[in-house]
């Protein structure tokens, strides 16, 4: 299964108000594929059956990407 649908399914399966929080480092991918993923979920968090809330605004380089996924 590749990590898009994965990632959709995974969220299909949360409940209402349940969160998920989602990393480079949790799904094993490169920090520019997560920035991929995140452009993904942003525009797929505009149909309003989630919301993202980003792990922390200012990263350094040794932090790690992720954000936060909260199912409506």
């Given at each position: 299964?590749d990590?898009?649908?994965?990632v959709?399914h995974?969220?299909?399966?949360?409940?209402?108000?349940?969160q998920?929080?989602v990393s480079?480092?949790?799904l094993l991918?490169?920090r520019?594929d997560?920035?991929?993923?995140?452009v993904?979920?942003?525009?797929?968090?505009?149909?309003?059956?989630f919301?993202?809330?980003?792990?922390s605004?200012?990263l350094?380089?040794?932090?790690?990407?992720?954000v936060?996924?909260?199912?409506?």
């Amino acid at each position: 299964m590749d990590l898009l649908n994965h990632v959709s399914h995974r969220i299909s399966a949360l409940d209402s108000g349940e969160q998920w929080i989602v990393s480079a480092q949790k799904l094993l991918i490169s920090r520019a594929d997560f920035q991929s993923l995140s452009v993904f979920l942003t525009r797929e968090s505009e149909k309003g059956h989630f919301s993202l809330s980003p792990k922390s605004e200012n990263l350094t380089w040794h932090d790690e990407p992720a954000v936060t996924i909260i199912k409506h």
